[in-house]
Structures are given as structure tokens and as C-alpha cells.
């Protein structure tokens, strides 16, 4: 015994000694580190090592882990945090079409979004169209109103445009019109209007009459790029969630975005291990009538438990499971121009088969339900098939959840379940007031109470379409209670403080999903961290919407830099095509 005790402790030293005799392959020093790390929260320096965190800590102390092939990096006082993990993004989808659209995210007047609408007009080819798609709303606008449909066409003339407003309406000017043959005659679909004026013509406005069916079939009816323009375009797109900390997406499907077929793109950057972002994503069934079919194939497609790497990189590009949208039935779009949806008498029976088939399959599962009333029979299916196959601990939450209850937030937690919230009443929330009342939104969504109640929690955005894909307005939206536009929409005792935020978006989500070393800064976890514009915790409440990252570091490799950190920094990819918006006046706005 004493032999083996004394192999023991000499193998024990030996580990240890060599543990300490590791070498940083980057240090991150002079810092404001906050981990997030509750044991450990305030640091000077970060050592990397691989794709890890190999000690968080002093100056003194991590320095002394360098050597001569240690990249040194002075983060000059700035903050760093973990990145950011958004648990509701389209970037598999948003990604192909990023640089064919003209973003109006953050300016700062309809004057100036005409001109740009103007300019993209007359340097957009034939062929192509100009697309502004989602985002914004007037109220971020200083003369707070919406464009008009003659405004519109005096913007761009004989270029075909398309303009989305949240998921009520979009506008075509006449040139977009004639392009997609619309007349007087055509039918409008289910759900939705083609606006005529006195002389039955089509005035260019789509409305959801809730539905956004129309908005996004159009949509889907506009050019795309090619491939090679598809792949620029969609590591522009990394590249700006990078300039604004994001490291890591639950992607969530989404209308038009087929799988296999469309994922041919991320598929491609995840072998020559170029995704900069993590990347798990949900498949989203795509044709109301065949969503059971739809699963059944994925389920023998795809081996949740065997998926491969790239062998490159540990960058969790792979599916995780089946949502947002599970059955066309079961969808209630968050449209707060019109009443709230009613669900049809068949929702039970399309949304149980293909709930019994994930949870037999061990596949996990997110829903999207905005209001109480869908989550109320959604609950009641997974219950039911909860007592048929137990859930047991199988990784499944709601999407939104704005309008939630405490007795569905208690079915919830009894359940196992999570919460994915995002800012789309940062967008919405005047609308949502004209219609519900104040009242009604001081507590929607009620993150707070279901933080109380132990319910896991993650936050998000739910960009493009909808809401801005920037996490910083989440951030604002959620500590602040106001919308873009200024609105206090939310109370403010609903409100939560900066850190309890900042953790709903970055460890948040791994908690969704129940990963572990990751979404915090500390020894052991996978480096992924940021170096922030502006101190979050300290600057001014408006000022959080204006953060960005500085430095970008995804799986232990840096993805972005500013100038300031230009010697470590990937150079900056040229955008295809020329004409592209983002080629002029990038991502988010801040004119």
C-alpha cells in the first residue's frame, strides 16, 4: 500500500509540476477583466493556452506564464468580458443575404435612411433589388414616423426595392411591383393584404393580417447572390456579430431556409475552419402539412450524439435539435398591429406526433409562442407527451414567452424547461402599449420572475427581420425597460442590473442548452472573450447601445480587432459584390 501511495503522490507532482510549467500561447493583460465568475469576478489578466483559459488572474501573475512565443496583448485598461452568446439568431439564413441589404438598425432619421435608400437606388445593377430588411422602426427615427410610399419611390425610381417593417407590412415601390407582376388582380394570400387604392391598383403596401406569410414569400421571391458571394457575404456577417462581441449563436431556422440544401454555404466555412462564430442550430420545419415528415427525415439523417468535427477547430458548428417552428399551427406571430392570433382547433393534433417523435428520438426541442394563451395548449401537449415518454432532463424551452403567466412559467419549470427571451418589444413596445395597454407591458416579458423561479434563461435578439441583430440594444432594453425609441415600455422594478444581464447573454444560453466551460472567464473554459468599446458597467444607461468589441476572441483565436489591436487582428475581407450596401456603410448605424 505504501508503494502505491507513494506512486500516487509522485504521479500526482509530476501532473502538477508540469500544469505549472505550461506556457500562455496569448496573454491578455493590463485589463478590467470581469469573469463572471462569481468566486473569482475581478481580474488583471488573462493566459490562453490552445483553445482554453489557462489562468485568469494579477498582472504579476500571469505574465509570469509567458514566454518567448507568448503573444503579448495590453488591453489598456479596457473591460473584457466573456463574448456574448445571442440564443436567438438567423445567421445561416441572415448570412446569405447580408450584404444585398441595406441595414437601417441604428440611424438616427428617416431624412438620412431616404438617403440612404437613394444612394444603394442608383448603384444597384439591373438585376438586383434594394432590400431593407427589418431591424428598425419609426420611433428610433427624430421625426418619428414611417416612411411614405411616395417617399419611397422617389428614393429609388426604377429600381426594384423592398422594405420590411417588423412582421406587419412591407412597402414594394413601382418598379418592385411591375417586377413581380402584381396587378389589380391578384389574389391575396391567407392571412395577408395586397393594398389597393380607389382605382383597384396595388398601392406597393403588404400587410399580415397576422400572418407574415406574405412578407416573407416575397421576400423569398427577390434574386439571390451567388455562391461565392454567399460565403463573403455571410462571414461579413460573423465578422460584424464579432465587431459587437458575439461569439457563439443558437441559430433558429427559419421561413425559406431548407435543410440540407441551405446550409451548403456554413457547411463549406465550417471545413476550411472559418466560422467565427459557435454555432449550434435547431432545423425548422418549412412546409405546414409535412412538419412530421420533415422530422422524421432529420432524425434518420442526423445522430445528434455522433455529429464530427472539422478537425481544425472546436467551434460547435453542428444541429442541436429541432425548432423555433415545429408546426405552421402552433405559430402566433408577434404582430402587435392586429389582434392576437387565435391557434386553430388542429394545433394539438399536428404539434403531439411531432413533439412524441423528438422526445422519443432524445432530440431537443424550442418552440416559438408569444403569447400566454399558445403557450397554455402548447404546455398541454408536452405535457401529455410527457407522461406517454418522460422528458427526463431532454433540453427544450421557449422561444419569447412576452405575455407568460406565473402558472405557465410554473408548468414550465415543473417540466424542466427554459425561457430564450430577445428585445423585440424594444422594437414593438409602443405598439404592443396602443394595443394591450401599459399595464400589460410592464412585465412582458417577465424575465425577472422567471429568474426567481430558477427557470433557465437566456437572451437574445431574434435578428434580422424582426428586431436588430445588435446584443448591445438587448442589453439596454433589458436593464433599462425602454425601447429604442425611448419608450419606457417595461417597469422599472422588472428591470434587471448590468451583471445579472450581461450573464443572461453569455452563460445564459450554454445554460439553455446545459453546456458546461463556457460563457465565463475562467481557468478550464473555452477562451472566448472580448474587449469592450466602453466600460458596460459603468457607462451611461444610453451609452450601452453604442458598445462594440474591440478585440474578438472565438475557440482561443482572435476573429476581430480594431485598429488599436491591428498587430494581433485578421485583415479586414473585401465585400463582394461592389455594389453591396455593406460595402459602404456597413452593419449596425450609428448616424
Do not use: C
Not at 411591383?177 to 389589380?184: A, M, Y
Not at 416579458?445 to 427581420?465: A, C, F, Q, S
Amino acid at each position: 500500500m505504501k508503494t502505491l501511495s507513494s506512486l500516487a503522490f509522485l504521479l500526482f507532482a509530476l501532473i502538477g509540476n508540469a500544469f505549472a510549467q505550461q506556457k500562455a500561447d496569448m496573454i491578455l493583460f493590463n485589463g478590467k477583466v470581469n469573469t463572471l465568475d462569481d468566486t473569482h469576478q475581478k481580474a488583471e489578466a488573462v493566459a490562453i493556452l490552445g483553445n482554453k483559459i489557462l489562468a485568469v488572474g494579477t498582472n504579476k501573475e500571469i505574465l509570469k506564464l509567458k514566454n518567448a512565443k507568448t503573444k503579448l496583448v495590453d488591453a489598456q485598461q479596457k473591460t473584457i468580458v466573456p463574448g456574448l452568446f445571442d440564443s436567438h439568431l438567423h445567421v445561416i439564413r441572415g448570412g446569405r443575404f447580408y450584404n444585398t441589404e441595406l441595414r437601417w438598425d441604428g440611424v438616427k432619421s428617416l431624412k438620412r435612411a431616404l438617403e440612404m435608400l437613394k444612394e444603394q437606388a442608383q448603384r444597384t445593377p439591373e438585376g438586383q433589388w434594394v432590400r431593407v430588411v427589418g431591424g428598425w422602426n419609426e420611433y428610433q427615427f427624430e421625426e418619428k414616423r414611417l416612411p411614405t410610399i411616395q417617399e419611397i419611390n422617389d428614393a429609388t425610381g426604377n429600381t426594384p426595392t423592398f422594405i420590411l417593417y417588423l412582421y406587419g407590412k412591407a412597402w414594394l415601390n413601382q418598379a418592385g411591383i411591375k417586377k413581380l407582376n402584381i396587378t389589380g388582380e391578384t389574389p391575396n394570400p391567407i392571412a395577408g393584404l395586397i393594398e389597393k387604392d380607389s382605382n383597384g391598383n396595388p398601392t406597393g403596401l403588404l400587410v399580415a393580417e397576422p400572418n407574415a406569410f406574405i412578407l416573407y414569400s416575397t421576400l423569398a421571391k427577390l434574386p439571390e447572390l451567388n455562391n461565392e458571394e454567399k460565403i463573403n457575404s455571410t462571414l461579413q456577417y460573423m465578422t460584424e456579430l464579432n465587431h459587437l462581441g458575439v461569439t457563439a449563436v443558437m441559430d433558429a431556422g427559419g421561413g425559406f431556409q431548407n435543410f440540407p440544401d441551405d446550409y451548403n454555404i456554413t457547411d463549406s466555412l465550417n471545413k476550411a475552419g472559418k466560422i467565427t462564430v459557435r454555432l449550434p442550430y435547431y432545423l425548422f420545419a418549412q412546409k405546414k402539412g409535412t412538419e412530421l415528415k420533415d422530422y422524421t427525415r432529420w432524425t434518420g439523417l442526423v445522430d445528434l450524439e455522433h455529429q464530427h468535427g472539422n478537425g481544425i477547430n472546436e467551434i460547435d458548428y453542428h444541429v442541436e435539435g429541432g425548432g423555433e417552428n415545429l408546426v405552421a399551427d402552433a405559430a402566433d406571430f408577434e404582430n402587435f398591429l392586429f389582434p392576437r392570433p387565435e391557434l386553430p382547433n388542429s394545433m394539438e393534433s399536428s404539434l403531439k406526433p411531432v413533439l412524441q417523435l423528438l422526445v422519443k428520438n432524445r432530440w431537443p426541442f424550442r418552440l416559438h409562442a408569444t403569447y400566454n394563451e399558445s403557450i397554455s395548449r402548447d404546455l398541454a401537449v408536452i405535457e401529455e407527451v410527457n407522461k406517454e415518454t418522460p422528458l427526463n432532463g431532454l433540453v427544450w424551452f421557449f422561444d419569447h414567452a412576452e405575455t407568460i403567466s406565473e402558472e405557465n412559467m410554473q408548468r414550465i419549470k415543473a417540466l424542466g424547461g427554459g425561457i430564450a427571451i430577445q428585445h423585440r418589444m424594444a422594437f414593438q413596445g409602443e405598439s404592443f402599449i396602443h394595443r394591450y395597454g401599459k399595464n400589460a407591458a410592464l412585465a412582458s416579458p417577465p424575465v425577472k420572475r422567471m429568474l426567481e423561479l430558477g427557470i433557465p434563461v437566456g437572451l437574445g435578439t431574434d435578428g434580422t427581420r424582426v428586431a436588430s441583430y445588435n446584443p448591445w440594444v438587448s442589453l439596454y432594453w433589458i436593464t433599462s425597460g425602454k425601447t429604442v425609441g425611448g419608450t419606457q415600455v417595461m417597469a422599472k422594478e422588472n428591470t434587471l442590473d448590468r451583471n445579472t444581464a450581461l450573464k443572461l447573454i453569455t452563460a445564459g444560453g450554454y445554460n439553455l442548452i446545459k453546456e458546461q466551460n463556457k460563457g465565463k472567464i475562467q481557468a478550464g473554459y473555452f477562451a472566448d472573450l472580448i474587449i469592450l468599446s466602453d466600460d458596460y458597467f459603468e457607462v451611461a444607461e444610453e451609452k450601452i447601445k453604442d458598445i462594440t468589441s474591440e478585440l474578438t476572441i472565438v475557440d482561443g483565436k482572435v476573429v476581430f480587432g480594431t485598429t488599436t489591436f491591428q498587430s494581433v487582428a485578421p485583415q479586414a475581407l473585401p465585400v463582394i459584390p461592389s455594389w453591396s450596401p455593406v460595402k459602404y456603410y456597413g452593419g449596425y448605424q450609428t448616424k
